[in-house]
């Protein structure tokens, strides 16, 4: 039960996403980037903290990372 927002939901919305340990990411969330210098190539990161580093690639056929 979340009686706690009763009279002040969706304007507690930011304040109740702070409080959640666990989040959903979704393609908007991801921050996008290029790396390299010859062969630039676009990567996506889902997560990036002191303790991981997650995030997404796509090749095209015969590039090299």
């Known amino acids: 039960m979340r009686d706690e927002l009763l009279g002040r939901w969706p304007m507690a919305r930011d304040a ?3 409080a959640n340990t666990v989040q959903v ?24 903290t002191e303790h991981l580093t997650a995030g997404k690639i796509t090749l095209q056929p015969g590039q090299r990372w």
């Open 16 to 18: 109740v996403h702070a």
């Open 25 to 48: 990411i979704r393609e908007p969330d991801i921050l996008w980037r290029y790396e390299g210098e010859c062969h630039r190539t676009l990567v996506g990161l889902f997560a990036a």
